[in-house]
Nanobody
Framework: QVQLVESGGGLVQAGGSLRLSCAAS????????MGWFRQAPGKEREVVAT????????YYVDAVKGRFTISRDNAKNTMYLQMNSLKPEDTAIYYC????????????WGQGTQVTVSS
């Protein structure tokens, strides 16, 4: 099992940037595929970006392609989400999660960090 803690959220104007971090502890972070998700008020949680255990496999939802970059540093047990050119519609609680290959789902979640983009 792995424990996850997000940080780096905040209030930013449209067009600005934030970098989210997800610090992991517990079992080997480097063995987990990881992902960033977000949930806006009144909406379902959606995947934002995912990264394979090695960092070679990347996925982005269309809405953030070209603006967000997911990365990880396995030596530091940390995953990142660099968010540029932020838009008001990016406002949400952002969660990091680790994929449980045995169960075939993202089973381990952080507590979330709020990102608010003002227009």
């Amino acid at each position: 099992q792995v424990q996850l803690v997000e940080s780096g959220g905040g209030l930013v104007q449209a067009g600005g940037s934030l970098r989210l971090s997800c610090a992991a502890s517990g079992r080997a972070f480097s063995s987990y595929h990881m992902g960033w998700f977000r949930q806006a008020p009144g909406k379902e949680r959606e995947v934002v970006a995912t990264i394979s255990w090695s960092g070679a496999g990347l996925y982005y939802v269309d809405a953030v392609k070209g603006r967000f970059t997911i990365s990880r540093d396995n030596a530091k047990n940390t995953m990142y989400l660099q968010m540029n050119s932020l838009k008001p519609e990016d406002t949400a609680i952002y969660y990091c999660a680790a994929y449980n290959q045995g169960a075939g789902r993202y089973d381990y979640w952080g507590q979330g960090t709020q990102v608010t983009v003002s227009s």
